[in-house]
């Protein structure tokens, strides 16, 4: 399953070699959604591995990002009591500027919308894009759809 969000960067950690064969480095993205008229702003901490680790460096905090990734997960016995747990990873695999494309002749440049959907279809109300500091364009989820109060 490929997914992709675009958002502000906001931190890049180091890379950590995890053991001899494994290397990983994480860095977390601001994602911007507005519902029902109220903006509400999460953190998604990804990461890349291997080869990957990278890909970020020609990034830097602030610059708004569109990121592709796998959502990859595992289950462990937890050896103290015994409970089997699960952790989930946001695996990025490419990160390219949302903010690369070249305007149109006449037409401003905008970053996207940061909740724009991830399948690239063209929304049939959808306002055009906004750039980070004011709220993005309106994508009613299937929550904010549902106006019932249960």
Do not use: H
Request: glycine share 4%; aromatic share 10%.
């Amino acid at each position: 399953m490929n997914l992709e969000v675009t958002g502000k960067l906001l931190v890049k950690y180091d890379a950590q070699q995890v053991s001899e064969k494994f290397k990983k480095r994480e860095f977390v993205v601001e994602l911007a959604e507005e519902i029902n008229g109220n903006l509400y702003t999460n953190f998604a901490k990804l990461q890349l591995v291997q080869n990957k680790c990278d890909i970020i460096d020609r990034f830097n905090a602030g610059d708004v990002v569109k990121v592709s990734f796998n959502i990859k997960g595992n289950s462990y016995v937890d050896k103290k009591d015994g409970v089997t747990k699960y952790i989930t990873n946001l695996d990025a695999w490419r990160v390219e500027s949302a903010t690369a494309a070249a305007p149109q002749a006449g037409a401003p440049q905008q970053a996207p919308a940061y909740n724009a959907p991830a399948y690239n279809a063209p929304a049939a109300n959808a306002a055009p894009a906004n750039n980070y500091g004011s709220a993005p364009a309106y994508n009613a989820s299937p929550e904010a759809i549902d106006d019932l109060p249960f």
